[in-house]
């Protein structure tokens, strides 16, 4: 882009509300004049495409703002197209393919080029864009870079009036052309051999140089050629076929939302498609060429013509949600197969946006065909092209290794309105959502908005159909959110949208959606249109866990098909407040509100023309561990991303799946990293697939997993995190009546018992596993009179312990055996040592401390299990019990194990991997307790388990997401990373943590910096360990200890207590400086404290348990480290000359420090923002007074 006197290199962008300053810093008297005075932030927020110019050095060049409405206040946005064709000579304009410019500024030197180069990336973005507007007062001189790109419209000849504004237009075939499609001649082969080379040379390395030529001579009445061409020069190239094999495609792909790509008993002809087709594809603005997707067909397809009707398969999907959705109309599926499919395709990448031109041609070819189908590698991107497709499912366990899309001939026609519903509009509608399960919930709300147009509690409802050429083709209904309070604080919406300037009654909840598979490509834009004609800014669709029944007055939801062009909302941490102490400076009952927990998704005005990158690739997760969990969520919250095909492989599924059970999540221990409410939040079942099974063999040559179930599991990628769990113990055998020790015995080699199993013996690992342990506690075993033993010193031991003494049995029929005892203990705190050794011996329970498992019924252990006998250094032990729970010790899954090493990937006592998570398998990456760093890293003590297993399965999905993501800073694909840092384990910072309900009704909680598992003695003798701070060692007021360390962060955090603990709050302390606790070290010491739990549960303490909390400290930090003028130096630069002097500051130099930070300007900025942070999350934070309250 040049000026007069300079030239600059530019790129385009979507814009972002930071770019706000800049922007205005462009606004003129003549923008003011022609777009009004508007607040930019705002324009941003509310814009369906904003689009940002800047330079080299990220300097905002120019900007515009286009929206689906005119800026025009007296004009309804839902009824501008009325007005416009009442007025104006312009009857092809619809919300389809127009756009507005309701703002733009550039750089006055580069105005012109600005201008041109935003509405060429905006017609590339939108391929059924034809018209963009401008709206100009009367009077008003739109400049001369304007009136060069945009012509008046002439008003229509029985219009004679006069208005205030003149409308002028700027047409696609200006900026972006669509392209001329003819049949292909062999003299085209010249032409497009530079264009198949540039992309691959798969083709010509196979089949010769003039393969191309060979291929268009060839052509038949089965196979046709056709070329792109842009004056007299062939740009791109398509080959298509009519053999298809349907039988084939439908044993692999649910085609049954498309009539089996079949013709439908007694269909009327096809119709023909218009010229100028307007299929819609989500648009790209990209910030650099290397993001544009460059990828062609060539890729995924090097067969020849004959090959390819037996090629695998087109994959349509009809979004992950759509599968209930019956085929487009009603008909048998017996009927002529009605597909061609696409064989070969390739474009320059200058004209790829426009692929979708070929499609009217190809048609005409077969008009007798009704679909189009494309297959591609599951490896390959999606290409522009296949933006207007839709992708068909896969059949359970398909191992197809080709992804299907189908184009309807129908999706040519530019006939797609969205209009508000209407009581004609009923049997249409009812013939769209006639083969949806929630049927009858959708006509009962239709009826209901036809009526009355709101329920009967006053709550407004909103219906809208879609139609093409009159027939109705999808319904959309939404209501008032009237719980946005509660949205707001409970999930991160925020991420996606300012909320302060979206008015209350902008946003809606979407309850009903549901469109014909054929027209799957205009979901977004009816979501769109949607959000003009309701007067909305923003939607939400909640997801309900499946065990959840529909409450007395709620309304019901129902299954929408446009889930894929939704973003799914991570929820937000919420404070434990102490209610009985704030009174009325509690937050509001909106906000406190206990409502069944629920996933949301969301949309808004600005994610309307934004596309998804969508990742075809099949990754496989073995495991539902809470690292596999981890990664799982940070790939699904990439809302720019669409992961089609993630399949998670578990013994028992999904957490979290079943409906909640106090009693049954105190079974087992927490990490604290997941609870039952995070489970529901996420949703995950509705983004992934989930097949139950054990892992039995990797076939690393094919990429295939197989289950257990016998099911074959292909993958791309795959990922181990099947971590470790409690296995059956293996006996000794030994005979106690022989009066033998356990030093007498021979142990056996032997790490995995395969002899036959009493019955009532358990291994307690998963959910469902505590659901089966219940089930058998709560039947006839609660009423007899047998023995419940526990074997083992696990922390797991003593929470199962509690389990069964909560389940009613009574302490004198609970037995714990423990083995000999390994230094440090489970608690590794002498006092919670024997605070629960007095809990068991209060509530009666038999302890033994220091024995082995001998046998089983002494042996005879195929009977059921009635005796458990054991040795010790001293004398045996004999227990008569009818349930045995085995918490000896966790280790590696005996099948996945074989499964692993029959694979030949490292196993070393573990699985081995790098840092980066790799195995020696570069497809094939491991986290967790199952695996183990390689020796070169010289640290054979250091594993995954030392560490906080979210925060290594979120650095796990890192680890693959700089393949997929093009977004991510090109830092992060640096592979030139110095070699030493190949040679460090990575180190992670948020905590380990563990919560249980022990005997005696204790809650324990224990937060600590990740180390390695030393005695607390031995760390506290440390030079540098710092100090301890103790309250609460009487038993009943509860105890509590901090460990400070020497820089005075709190770095461990333990509880026990039979009080409630409010553990959310409690965790946000870790890392914390006690400075921000009100000081805590003086007061400790001073003995202003005498009880942790009461001083943490103070009104001043909230803000610092606050999920921003971190963000805003970050922020203090930034101003801390910012310079406040090029030539002053920093406070932080000021300390750290200081410390180079001298490791120990002075008296005198912390006076130094004090007084300049008192006199900085950082000081007055940090204030600032502190009441900007407490004013910002009031809705959670009332209690805090602000300025002007006094």
Not at 59 to 71: E, I, L, R, S, T
Not at 261 to 277: D, S, V, Y
Not at 1024 to 1039: A, N, S, V
Not at 1169 to 1177: D, E, K, M, Q, V
Request: contains cysteine; negative net charge; hydrophobic residues 35%.
């Amino acid at each position: 882009m040049t000026s007069n006197s300079s030239q600059e290199v530019i790129q385009a962008r979507r814009t972002e509300s930071l770019d706000a300053p800049e922007i205005l810093k462009l606004v003129s008297a003549t923008t003011e004049k022609l777009f009004g005075r508007v607040n930019v932030v705002n324009v941003i927020e509310k814009a369906s495409l904003a689009v940002t110019l800047v330079n080299a050095n990220n300097d905002v060049m120019g900007h515009a703002a286009f929206f689906d409405y005119p800026n025009l206040p007296s004009l309804d946005p839902g009824k501008w197209e009325e007005w416009f064709h009442t007025k104006y000579d312009c009857k092809k304009c619809s919300p389809l393919n127009t756009l507005f410019m309701n703002y733009f500024v550039a750089k006055a030197d580069f105005a012109y080029g600005c201008a041109t180069e935003i509405i060429r990336t905006v017609f590339n973005a939108v391929p059924a864009l034809h018209y963009i507007f401008l709206i100009v007062p009367r009077g008003v001189e739109t400049g001369p870079v304007l009136t060069e790109l945009f012509k008046p419209v002439a008003f229509k000849e029985s219009f004679s009036g006069r208005l205030s504004i003149e409308l002028q237009v700027c047409h696609r075939h200006d900026h972006s052309a669509k392209l001329h499609i003819r049949p292909a001649r062999v003299e085209d082969h010249d032409d497009l051999t530079p264009i198949f080379n540039r992309q691959s040379d798969v083709l010509t390395s196979t089949y010769g140089d003039f393969f191309l030529a060979e291929l268009i001579e060839a052509q038949d009445e089965d196979n046709k050629c056709v070329v792109a061409d842009v004056k007299g020069t062939a740009v791109g190239f398509m080959s298509v076929c009519s053999k298809v094999d349907v039988e084939l495609l439908s044993s692999c792909f649910d085609l049954k939302p498309f009539n089996g790509l079949q013709k439908l008993q007694g269909q009327t002809p096809a119709l023909g498609p218009e010229k100028a087709p307007s299929p819609e594809r989500e648009p790209r603005v990209t910030p650099s060429d290397e993001q544009v997707q460059r990828t062609s067909p060539l890729e995924e397809r090097t067969e020849t013509p004959k090959d390819s009707a037996k090629q695998d398969k087109v994959e349509e999907q009809v979004p992950a949600h759509s599968a209930s959705l019956s085929r487009a109309s009603k008909g048998a599926t017996d009927g002529e197969p009605s597909a061609f499919c696409i064989q070969l395709f390739c474009i320059d990448e200058k004209y790829e946006t426009r692929s979708i031109d070929f499609l009217p041609a190809v048609f005409d070819l077969f008009p007798e065909k009704d679909y189009c189908i494309l297959t591609m590698p599951h490896l390959v991107p999606e290409f522009p092209l296949l933006q207007s497709f839709v992708r068909v499912t896969p059949r359970k366990y398909s191992t197809l290794s080709q992804e299907l899309y189908v184009f309807h001939r129908w999706g040519l026609i530019e006939s797609f309105q969205v209009s508000p519903c209407t009581s004609a509009d009923t049997e249409g509608i009812q013939s769209v959502v006639s083969q949806l399960s929630g049927a009858d919930i959708i006509m009962q709300d239709v009826q209901q908005y036809n009526n009355d147009r709101r329920d009967p509690d006053g709550t407004e409802i909103q219906c809208f159909v879609a139609k093409s050429l009159d027939q109705v083709v999808g319904v959309a209904l939404l209501r008032r959110e009237e719980d946005i309070e509660y949205i707001r604080s409970h999930f991160n919406i925020e991420d996606f949208i300012y909320f302060n300037h979206h008015k209350r009654d902008e946003h809606g909840r979407l309850f009903h959606f549901a469109l014909n598979p054929v027209f799957q490509q205009y979901s977004k834009h009816f979501l769109k249109e949607v959000l003009r004609l309701a007067h909305k800014s923003c939607l939400y669709y909640p997801v309900c866990p499946r065990y959840t029944e529909t409450q007395p007055g709620s309304k019901p939801h129902t299954t929408v098909t446009a889930l894929n062009d939704l973003v799914p909302i991570r929820a937000r941490r919420q404070i434990i407040y102490p209610l009985d102490k704030l009174g009325g400076n509690a937050p509001s009952e909106r906000i406190l509100a206990n409502k069944e927990p629920f996933a949301l998704t969301h949309l808004n005005r600005k994610l309307t023309l934004e596309p998804k990158v969508t990742i075809n690739a099949r990754i496989v997760v073995v495991g539902a561990s809470d690292v596999g969990i981890s990664f799982l969520e940070t790939l699904l919250f990439c809302p720019h991303l669409r992961f089609n095909n993630l399949t998670l492989v578990s013994t028992h599924g999904l957490p979290g799946q079943l409906p909640p059970d106090e009693l049954r999540s105190k079974c087992l221990p927490s990490s604290l990293c997941y609870t039952q409410d995070d489970f529901t939040h996420m949703a995950l079942e509705t983004w992934i697939k989930v097949v139950e099974g054990k892992v039995m063999a990797l076939d690393r040559t094919n990429k295939v997993v197989k289950v257990s179930e016998g099911a074959f599991i292909p993958y791309d990628y795959l990922t181990l995190c099947t971590g470790q769990q409690f296995q059956i113990p293996v006996p000794t055998g030994a005979d106690i009546s022989t009066l033998v020790t356990t030093s007498e015995v021979t142990i056996h080699q032997v790490s995995r018992y395969t002899g036959p199993l009493p019955s009532s013996v358990f291994t307690v690992n998963t959910e469902k596993d505590c659901e089966n342990v219940l089930s058998f506690i709560r039947g006839e075993f609660l009423t007899g009179e047998g023995k419940a033993l526990v074997y083992g010193n696990t922390l797991d031991a003593f929470v199962m312990v509690q389990t069964l003494l909560a389940a009613g049995l009574p302490g004198s029929r609970v037995v714990l055996v423990q083995p000999p005892v390994s230094l440090p203990t489970c608690f590794n705190n002498p006092f919670i040592e024997d605070a629960v050794s007095a809990a068991l011996h209060e509530c009666g329970v038999a302890c033994h401390v220091g024995y082995t498992l001998a046998q089983w019924n002494d042996g005879e252990v195929d009977q059921p299990l009635s005796r458990a006998t054991f040795t010790s250094e001293n004398k045996p032990l004999s227990v008569d019990c009818e349930a045995f729970f085995c918490f000896q010790s966790k280790k590696v899954d005996h099948d996945a194990f074989k499964a692993i090493n029959d694979s030949c990937l490292v196993f070393d006592g573990r699985l081995v991997i790098d840092a980066d998570f790799h195995t020696n398998d570069p497809c094939i990456r491991a986290a967790g307790p199952l695996t183990k760093f390689q020796r070169r890293y010289h640290a054979e003590s250091w594993t995954h388990g030392n560490f906080n297993s979210k925060e290594v399965g979120e650095e796990l999905a890192q680890s693959l997401l700089t393949l997929f993501d093009p977004t991510l800073d090109a830092m992060l694909l640096d592979t030139e990373t110095p070699r030493e840092q190949h040679l460090l384990i990575p180190i992670y910072t948020k905590p380990k943590t563990v919560s249980a309900m022990l005997p005696g009704g204790y809650n324990y909680l224990q937060v600590g910096k990740p180390s390695l598992n030393i005695p607390l003695d031995a760390h506290m003798v440390q030079p540098e360990y710092g100090r301890e701070l103790i309250t609460g060692k009487d038993h009943e007021q509860g105890y509590f200890r901090l460990h400070v360390n020497q820089h005075r962060f709190i770095e461990t955090i333990t509880c026990c207590t039979r009080q409630g603990l409010d553990t959310s709050n409690l965790v946000c302390l870790y890392a914390l400086h006690e400075r921000y606790l009100n000081n805590l070290l003086q007061r400790f010491d001073e003995g202003l404290i005498d009880d942790f739990y009461s001083f943490f549960r103070e009104s001043w303490c909230l803000a610092v348990f606050h999920d921003r909390f971190k963000d805003f400290r970050d922020e203090i930090r930034e101003l801390l480290v910012a310079k406040p003028s090029a030539d002053v130096p920093s406070l932080e630069e000021k300390v750290r000359k200081m410390i180079d002097e001298d490791l120990v500051l002075t008296k005198d130099q912390r006076r130094v420090l004090s007084d300049s930070y008192m006199a900085s300007s950082a000081r007055k900025a940090i204030e600032q923002r502190l009441l900007g942070f407490l004013s910002y999350n009031s809705n959670h934070l009332p209690m805090y007074a602000k300025p002007g309250m006094v």
